[in-house]
């Protein structure tokens, strides 16, 4: 394994390796990036697959939102704006329940190192900003394995909203939180709507043992973190390519 | 009114049987509280009070004579001068055709298909049912969250979990439960279509390669879920195989004092002779 891997020396200041392990019924690991827009986890989670698919582990990358199950659903609810805060959980749910049951769950099983960028974390901090019961997204969500890791990239409301608005001609009805009503003024009411979100992502950094990642520190180095603590956490030898 | 026991399960305790958990719930229902007219937390921006309209549900299984009995009772409730608003499933703007497809495809697992029918589900009573609630309407409900739930159990989904989903729903006013023996609901549905359908002789569960064993076998649970949830719920249990003018006359019977209405006389009109066997 240390010869496929880059040697790294880095001394971890916060220890995020405290959590007990949940018992797994699979040889497979679930490895999941979580933070709002613009908080750079995307970027991260690209760097560590591209690590591991250059060591030529076994892995599979998924990330949330993508599956053609309920591209048309979605697409005519946006469009149209028929989409309630309850729809628009459920319709997200029944999209990862299918990616869930036919890729997430079958790689575990099958003893792969599943990254994914957003989990069900998204739908709790999202949905809950929305006004669903947290209760009833913590029930709907109920089927999914819990992951190994959970990185949450956290970067100050400002500097993750200046990226994405920065980066983007005209932000989407929903993904300002239009429907909220919050704000008749789009960048007004995106800033409102993910600072809803971020409270609730820092709300579940302990109760569901969120490793804390600074969005704000250089990328290579937040990245060696990354890898750090990867390695630390997930046996990774398991999923070595064989000699 | 009935009294309708107020016991929905939390989401996250335990899954009982179906013989275990009524035991429980009929302890529960001694207890005399007002049911909420939600099953736990309430939509996010609903207001009961103004919610005028009245929500009837028929349940049971696939060839019970709903649909039928849907008709002849919208006739009969405009002709005492209510105005009714339909629902079923399937029939939500936003996801019947994608559910239509997946089914079609039948590569579909039973969690995404329960997600997927929840939302054709909330859709349909967000954007349509407390709409024509809230305007005092009459909503005759083909198929509710029960049949939702039974499907769903039956294909290996916790019954709680399934309640957790749909405790945002609406309590009904009244609900009907059309029990038919499988036999019975066999020969109707082959008389109507000449044939069997995939999803309502349960082929996914791989019950048996023949095909009326598989439908008996399939109906069979489907219709033990309904006898849990009838327990559970409350249900208003009416023989599905007397005669369509028979189980008509029940009906009328239940809602006209639910409504208040006096004259029980009903006779199909012209256009609906056909069904009244």
């Known amino acids: ?66 599956s053609p199950l309920v591209k048309s659903a979605t697409r005519r609810g946006k469009q149209r704006r028929l989409l309630t805060p309850t729809t628009f959980s459920l319709l997200h749910a029944a999209d990862f329940a299918d990616r869930c049951e036919r890729q ?133 030898s398991k999923f070595a390519p064989k000699k | 009114m009935t009294s309708i026991p107020k016991n929905m399960a939390s989401p996250n305790s335990k899954n009982g049987s179906p013989a275990k958990n009524s035991k429980k719930d009929k302890k529960k229902s001694g207890q005399s509280e007002v049911p909420s007219r939600f099953y736990g937390v309430p939509l996010p921006g609903v207001k009961l009070e103004e919610l005028s309209g009245t929500l009837f549900v028929l349940e049971g299984t696939d060839g019970s ?57 909330f859709d349909q009573l967000e954007r349509r049912i407390l709409p024509a609630l809230r305007s005092g309407l009459i909503v005759l409900a083909d198929r509710y969250i029960y049949t939702l739930i039974a499907r769903s159990a039956v294909r290996g989904i916790g019954r709680d979990y399934l309640h957790g989903i749909y405790e945002m729903a609406l309590r009904p006013d009244l609900t009907f439960w059309l029990n038919v023996k499988p036999e019975i609901a066999f020969d109707r549905e082959f008389k109507k279509s000449q044939t069997i359908s995939y999803w309502e002789s349960g082929r996914d569960m791989s019950l048996s390669n023949d095909l009326f064993q598989s439908f008996i076998r399939y109906q069979s649970l489907i219709r033990r879920e309904f006898d849990y949830l009838s327990q559970r719920h409350g249900f208003i249990e009416v023989d599905g195989e007397e005669s369509v003018s028979e189980v008509n006359r029940v009906l009328r019977k239940q809602i006209a004092a639910a409504l208040g209405i006096r004259s029980m006389h009903y006779k199909p009109s012209h256009a609906l002779a056909h069904l009244w066997r």
Not at chain 1, 168 to 191: T, V
């Open chain 2, 65 to 121: 004579g709903r649909s039928t009995q849907i008709s002849l009772l919208t006739e009969w409730l405009e002709s005492e001068g209510f105005a009714v608003q339909t629902m079923g499933l399937r029939r939500s703007f936003l996801v019947a055709e994608d559910i239509d497809t997946l089914l079609a495809e039948n590569s579909v697992t039973p969690m995404t298909l329960a997600l997927m029918y929840g939302t054709d589900f």
């Open chain 1, 1 to 66: 394994m240390a010869s496929v891997l880059p040697e790294i020396s880095i001394t971890t200041q916060s220890s995020p390796t405290k959590a007990p392990a949940p018992k797994r019924q699979y040889p497979g690991a679930l490895v999941v990036v979580e933070g709002i827009d613009g908080s750079g986890k995307s970027t991260q989670l690209y760097l560590l697959k591209r690590w591991l698919e250059i060591g030529g582990y076994r892995i599979h990358f998924t990330e949330w939102n993508s």
């Open chain 1, 104 to 236: 997430i769950l079958p790689l575990l099983h099958g003893g792969y190192l599943v990254l994914a960028d957003r989990y069900i974390y998204t739908a709790f901090a999202r949905d809950a900003a929305r006004g669903c019961s947290p209760h009833w997204l913590r029930n709907l969500y109920s089927f999914a394995p819990v992951p190994d890791i959970t990185f949450y990239f956290r970067a100050p409301l400002d500097v993750a909203v200046n990226r994405i608005v920065a980066g983007r001609p005209k932000l989407k009805y929903y993904e300002a939180g239009m429907d909220l009503g919050i704000s008749l003024d789009r960048a007004e009411s995106f800033r409102i709507f993910q600072e809803r979100i971020l409270n609730n992502y820092d709300a579940m950094v302990d109760t569901d043992n969120f490793v804390l990642m600074d969005g704000t520190v250089q990328v290579n180095k937040l990245q060696k973190l990354m890898r750090q603590v990867l390695s630390d956490k997930v046996e990774l």
